[in-house]
Nanobody, 126 residues
Framework: QVQLVESGGGSAQAGGSLRLTCVAS????????MGWFRQAPGKEREGVAG???????RYVDSVKGRFTISQDNAKNILYLQMTNLKPEDTAVYYC????????????????????WGKGTQVTVSS
């Protein structure tokens, strides 16, 4: 059972930056697809950024050019660097993994996900 633990959330002003970190309980990043999702109050959970087993990335249109997903396989860590934050980025952010080993499609759909972290709150004020 893969366990994912997020950290790095908090508060920021619009235009500011935050970096989220996700640590996995086992060595997953080089062979799993991983992603960051978010859920704002009253809204459905949505995919923000994903990375596949080859390191290829995908982003939802609303964060392209502002957010960057990356991984450190040696340290078993997944990152989400968020810049030029906007109030509409306010949400609980979740680290996520697709089970089954190697995959070639960075996940942005909640239905693709097998493992979830508990989430970390990001609040952006104007």
């Amino acid at each position: 059972q893969v366990q994912l633990v997020e950290s790095g959330g908090g508060s920021a002003q619009a235009g500011g930056s935050l970096r989220l970190t996700c640590v996995a309980s086992e060595f997953v990043y080089s062979s799993y697809c991983m992603g960051w999702f978010r859920q704002a109050p009253g809204k459905e959970r949505e995919g923000v950024a994903g990375i596949d087993s080859e390191g290829r990335t995908r982003y939802v249109d609303s964060v392209k050019g502002r957010f960057t997903i990356s991984q450190d396989n040696a340290k078993n860590i997944l990152y989400l660097q968020m810049t030029n934050l906007k109030p509409e980025d306010t949400a609980v952010y979740y680290c996520a993994a697709v089970g089954g080993g190697y995959c070639d499609r960075a996940p942005l759909d909640v239905n693709e996900i097998d493992y979830w972290g508990k989430g970390t709150q990001v609040t952006v004020s104007s």
